[in-house]
């Protein structure tokens, strides 16, 4: 499975390929499954009679002395067995014939997820978080889409109490947002249910980004509160144009290295929720699913791996989900994790008001 879309990525594969011959890839990729499965140092024992391999336990010392002096392997001790470098695993991930497969459990536990997950669409977001995690143990991340193209569905003004009013606006999207409407004086139900009326009319089918436009009723009591709850509809400029970004499963970093540093490092960037949108945003363009190592270009993450799948809904790409590991994650089972997740997403924000 070609994981670059660079036109010189396939070129450069097959040159790769040419290269290393069908033995010492196999080699590679026993010695890379190995690793992943164990976290231990990999001999030539345990490559030795691995698929496609066969061979000798001589001549995969030999080859993979040869896969080290390239750089796809390095023997983390004198005596120890070898580790896959990045580039390494980048040979592994750009050759896997497939991005894996979810078993029956697994696929089981999403068509589930997504057949009975409710509620607001924030809520489904922070929750799909979660089935990353439980499908694939790394940390995971959703970015779910601004509301600057989602159209208002329904909006509402409703007492809170003499002096104070609840603004609700829920967009096409399955988002609801709500903001507090202060009154200089106390107001009705009956003027509050007309205001509601006038919003309805004239805001109803028109994106945030259009911007609030409702002429005046003729009733000065309808009119102050529709003014207000301009007002309190201004607030929430920010959150209706910026990226809504989960994060799920930080605790689980810990597991997956033995540096404090490290972990430290990579919960600091996942607080930033700029900068992992950047991320996963970058990896994409960039026409990646796995970015490994350094190639994120993001130094304290030196040490992980980010895959990443786009959510799109009608061919337009709306939001990502991505998972967040050591470079020894299990890409097969991430990849498809995050693809398959990914789409059943979109499929979800894709039926207009977040429900099947």
């Known amino acids: 499975m070609t994981t670059n879309a660079d036109q010189d990525a396939p070129a450069a594969e097959s040159e790769d390929a040419r290269v290393l011959g069908e033995r010492r890839a196999a080699i590679l990729e026993a010695v890379v499954t190995e690793y992943i499965g164990t976290a231990e140092p990999v001999g030539s024992s345990h490559v030795a009679n691995a698929p496609g391999v066969q061979v000798s336990s001589a001549t995969v010392r030999s080859e993979m002395v040869a896969l080290e002096r390239d750089g796809y392997l390095v023997q983390p001790h004198t005596s120890a067995g070898r580790i896959p470098t990045d580039k390494g695993y980048r040979f592994f991930v750009d050759h896997l014939t497939e991005p894996g497969i979810l078993g029956p459990t697994q696929h089981a536990q999403v068509s589930h997820f997504f057949d009975q997950v409710y509620g607001e669409m924030e809520q489904m977001l922070e929750r799909t978080t ?60 009956e003027t509050l249910a007309k205001c509601g009326a006038q919003l309805s009319a004239h805001l109803i089918g028109r994106t945030s980004a259009a911007g609030w436009s409702v002429p005046p009723s003729g009733t000065a009591e309808v009119d102050r509160v529709v003014a207000a709850a301009g007002t309190a509809f201004g607030l929430m400029g920010s959150s209706l144009d910026s990226d809504r970004v989960f994060v799920g499963g930080p605790g689980r970093l810990a597991e997956s290295f033995d540096a404090v540093e490290t972990v430290r490092s990579v919960l600091g960037i996942l607080e930033q929720q700029l900068v ?48 967040l590991g050591p470079t020894r994650m299990d890409y097969p089972r991430a990849l498809a994790a995050a693809h398959v997740v990914g789409d059943r997403l979109g499929e979800r924000l894709g039926s207009h008001d977040g429900r099947r």
Not at 134 to 159: C, K
Not at 179 to 189: N, P
Not at 290 to 304: D, F, M, N, Q, R
């Open 130 to 189: 979660g089935l990353l995690t439980e499908l694939t143990s790394y940390a995971a991340v959703v970015v779910g889409p601004s509301h600057d193209s989602a159209t208002i569905r329904s909006i509402q003004v409703v007492g809170l109490g003499p002096l104070f009013a609840l603004l609700v606006v829920v967009f096409s999207d399955g988002a609801v947002e709500k903001r507090t409407i202060d009154l200089d004086v106390e107001v009705s139900d």
């Open 276 to 323: 992992v949108v950047t991320l996963l945003r970058d990896v994409l363009n960039r026409g990646l699913s796995v970015a490994i190592g350094t190639e994120h270009g993001y130094e304290p993450l030196a040490s992980c791996a980010v895959v990443v799948a786009p959510v799109t809904v009608d061919g337009q790409e709306i939001g990502a989900v991505g998972l």
